[in-house]
């Protein structure tokens, strides 16, 4: 009986102290949040229950499973596979925390700057973002190191791996140069201010926003919902675009050929009734000039402003849009033309003036003439008589 209730007692006491302590603070942590509707930190904090509980839970077995006489021939086992569980779970519950912090620490800067500097918001996002990610693979390599030093033979082989520690990480770094160059890149471009989530940038010809930065990769979602992704490494050592650097004010042109009497002033004024009209127009400047001629059409650009990347794309549009609009309907001879004239024939082979102003000659004078027949070619006697 003793032998039956002892193990109940240890596995199931341990159970149950485990949810009672996980229940208790995920209670204090959702009165907290209730509490405290300015900061995220207490909401955040409660998404680490689980491994919260699995912390607990592995580490009263741990204590305690001796006492159990479950498995006395593999308590050696037994114990080792409790220790792996505390180490990964405890990793676990670090990063959860790490990230609960950092995201509200973010959440209270965003929210205080969100208005007056939005790119700065944008560029500590990306920091941040590339943190975390570093903060997870320490842990996570210090967890899985932790781990395989459980293992008496691990242990035994540590004296000869540090020994070999410098040459195996010269072979490391040159086997691993593109990914090392990509990863210093990543640091170069979070706190550099190079790029940052959420930018406007043209890369290879492509526009797009910058969706995603991580230490090896970046992508870059475009205007029709594909996405690119691109190595890192390439921000720093190839020129791109970034329309989000700076202020997000942005100056967009227009460009129409049109005939050479298109009438520029009244394009000036449509311009600036086709502008207020428009909600994405900021209202800062617009300007309409004659830039280039050529023989045929003259290149008439228009200025217009907006407040970022998105909006200065739909001023353009209706302003293209609208004024080939009112030039076709109002003032349609200011649209190009092609102009043509009747071509001028070569003088004929008697000596005759030239045909002009479109004048053919006749069908049946193109080709000789034999025996009265127009147009057909008949030969008397032999080949040689007509020469």
Not at 125 to 137: D, G, P
Not at 362 to 368: F, L, M, T
Request: with cysteine; proline share 5%.
């Amino acid at each position: 009986m003793e032998n039956l209730l002892r193990p109940l007692i240890v596995v199931g006491g341990s159970v149950v102290l485990t949810l009672v302590i996980g229940w208790a603070t995920d209670f204090l942590l959702r009165k907290a949040d209730e509490r405290h509707h300015d900061t995220p930190l207490w909401g955040l904090l409660r998404r680490a229950r689980i491994p919260y509980q699995l912390v607990l839970c592995a580490a009263l077995l741990r204590g305690s499973y001796r006492e159990a006489d479950l498995l006395r021939s593999n308590e050696e086992t037994a114990g080792r596979v409790l220790t792996l569980v505390l180490i990964g779970s405890t990793a676990w519950l670090v990063i959860r925390i790490a990230a609960a912090i950092v995201e509200t620490s973010y959440s209270r800067y965003a929210h205080g700057r969100a208005h007056r500097d939005p790119a700065r918001v944008r560029r500590v996002r990306t920091q941040v973002t590339l943190i975390m990610r570093v903060v997870s693979a320490i842990v996570g390599v210090v967890a899985a190191a932790s781990m395989l030093l459980t293992f008496p033979a691990f242990k035994a082989a540590g004296a000869s791996l540090l020994a070999s520690a410098g040459i195996l990480g010269i072979v490391a770094g040159v086997a691993a140069q593109s990914t090392l160059s990509n990863m210093f890149a990543g640091f170069q471009i979070a706190f550099g201010d190079m790029v940052r989530i959420g930018d406007t940038v043209v890369v290879d010809g492509e526009w797009g926003t910058v969706e995603e930065i991580t230490l090896t990769f970046l992508a870059v979602r475009t205007w029709d919902e594909r996405r690119i992704t691109m190595p890192v490494s390439y921000f720093t050592s190839k020129p791109f675009e970034n329309w989000s650097r700076g202020t997000p004010q942005m100056t967009g042109i227009v460009f129409w050929h049109l005939d050479h009497t298109a009438p520029v002033e009244a394009m000036r004024d449509k311009l600036r009734d086709i502008l207020r009209e428009c909600p994405a127009w900021d209202g800062r400047a617009y300007d309409l000039s004659v830039t280039d001629t050529t023989p045929n059409t003259m290149q008439v650009r228009a200025l217009v402003t907006a407040k970022d990347a998105d909006d200065i794309w739909t001023v353009r549009v209706a302003v293209r849009e609208r004024m080939i609009r009112w030039l076709a309907d109002e003032h349609p001879y200011a649209l190009p033309r092609v102009n043509t004239a009747d071509a001028i024939l070569p003088p004929s082979r008697d000596g005759g003036s030239p045909a002009r102003n479109g004048a053919r000659p006749s069908r049946d004078g193109d080709r000789p003439s034999y025996d009265g027949v127009p147009g057909q070619r008949r030969y008397h006697g032999s080949p040689r008589s007509e020469r």
